[in-house]
């Protein structure tokens, strides 16, 4: 399974808003978002329909975060919005074949570059 790169992370106020991008081709079912904070494990929190953008959220991060795609640029995207401290973490995509729970699934056993997000002020 070919491992994507994640890219677009840096240092955000809380409050403040940031976007992610990830390269794929989207010849995948799902594109996943997904991310692993400092002490804690990986966790998935969005994730997206390549075929018809039909986009599935986990609740800590709804109506906060976007999900999309440009299939001219072979990218998906994460707009995250009105960002909190705990949202301090990096930050990684992956393919999938579905979507359940904000989560793309099946969850990766290898994992490209992730980017390193930070909420503080």
């Known amino acids: 399974q070919l491992q994507l790169v994640a890219s677009g992370g840096g240092l955000v106020q809380p409050g403040g808003s940031l976007r992610l991008s990830c390269a794929a081709s989207l010849d995948y079912e799902t594109i996943g978002w997904f991310r692993q904070a400092p002490g804690k494990g990986r966790e998935g929190i969005s994730c997206?329909?390549?075929?018809?953008?039909?986009?599935d959220y986990k609740g800590s991060v709804k109506g906060r975060f976007a999900i999309s795609r440009d299939s001219t640029k072979n990218t998906v995207y994460l707009q995250m919005s009105s960002m909190k401290p705990e949202d301090t973490a990096v930050y990684y995509c992956a393919p999938g074949r579905y979507c359940s729970g904000g989560v793309s699934y099946p969850v990766p056993l290898y994992w490209g570059i992730g980017t390193q997000v930070t909420v503080s002020s």
């Open positions: 997206i329909s390549v075929s018809d953008g039909l986009t």
